[in-house]
């Protein structure tokens, strides 16, 4: 069975009437919400909007809800590469009239597919509860889900601007390379990339991302090759991480599967353990190895 089962009663789907999410042009001018984004980047918010109309009376009676159950409208929010979600907006259904949803997601909170869930939900405990009827705050009568590509997204990870200073990061630094704690831990979970806020010639050089000038991509492609540089130093160096990539690759989010995915992309066929020998013994020319390795994958498409 694929299908989720409620223990309790929930209105037809009819009883929800929902019209597309908007989102906003450069321009300001509400656009219909596209399957894909083309040309998205980590700078753009998404100003979004929707109406939604509920059949009460209906909705009550297919539900067998008492009449002074409250009902709310919440639109929860979800980023497949960050991991993050929230609550868009949420409204009091007080009559069968049109109601508005909207708000903001910030950029820097989003990444791969977002998923906009509109749900229909009791606002507040029950004092008199029944069988097989909704009774708690946030049970969920009706949803429409939708889904949206962030295209143009293709960094390897999530993208912030912070403020280095206050972070008690060295001012002067241009990035900074968060990671997981372990190499079973999800890599969107803890994988993530900050930029120094006061390095304007670096964070213009993101915001372009899409459309760089050659200066802004030659200050990208620096900050690519050190970032994987890290990430390779990462497990090359650590000899319980590098013993842990087999495991690992059982889980295919996990971020040791992402640290093995780039070592056989950059490296490909070639054992883990050799890399690391060569990594302490001749750092030098693996240096020079990576460095071309790094190359050939970007002008392949493959990082």
């Not at 909705?59 to 409208?73: E, G, I, K, N, Y």
């Not at 989003?110 to 869930?117: D, K, Y």
């Not at 999800?186 to 991302?209: F, H, I, T």
């Not at 066929?269 to 060569?278: D, F, R, S």
């Amino acid at each position: 069975m694929t299908a989720s089962v409620y223990p309790y009663l929930r209105p037809k789907a009819e009883c929800l009437t929902v019209t597309p999410w908007l989102s906003a042009a450069p321009d300001g001018t509400p656009i219909a919400l596209p399957p894909t984004v083309a040309a998205w980047d980590y700078q753009t918010d998404l100003q979004l909007s929707r109406e939604i109309k509920v059949d009460i009376a209906v909705l009550r009676q297919q539900a067998d809800l008492p009449a002074d159950v409250p009902l709310l409208c919440v639109c929860e929010w979800t980023a497949s590469n960050s991991l993050l979600s929230g609550i868009l907006d949420h409204v009091e259904i007080l009559s069968p009239a049109a109601h508005i949803l909207k708000g903001r997601i910030a950029g820097t909170d989003l990444g791969g597919s977002l998923t906009l869930r509109t749900a229909v939900v009791v606002g507040a405990d029950t004092t008199d509860p029944r069988p097989f009827v909704a009774a708690r705050a946030g049970e969920v009568l009706l949803d429409d889900i939708v889904t949206t590509r962030l295209d143009g997204d293709d960094a390897m990870f999530p993208v912030s601007v912070c403020d280095f200073r206050a972070a008690g990061i060295d001012a002067h630094a241009r990035w900074y390379l968060q990671t997981p704690a372990d190499p079973y831990a999800p890599a969107m979970g803890g994988l993530r990339l900050y930029l120094n806020v006061e390095d304007r010639e670096l964070v213009n050089a993101a915001v372009r991302a899409a459309t760089p000038s050659a200066a802004q991509q030659r200050l990208i492609d620096d900050m690519r090759d050190d970032v994987t540089r890290q990430l390779v130093d990462l497990v090359l160096l650590r000899q319980d991480w590098l013993e842990a990539l087999l495991s690992c690759t059982v889980d295919p989010e996990s971020f040791g599967a992402s640290l093995a995915t780039i070592l056989d992309t950059l490296f490909p066929g070639e054992p883990h353990q050799t890399l690391a020998a060569q990594r302490v013994e001749r750092p030098g020319d693996f240096a020079a190895r990576l460095q071309g390795a790094v190359r050939r994958a970007t002008a392949d498409g493959a990082i």
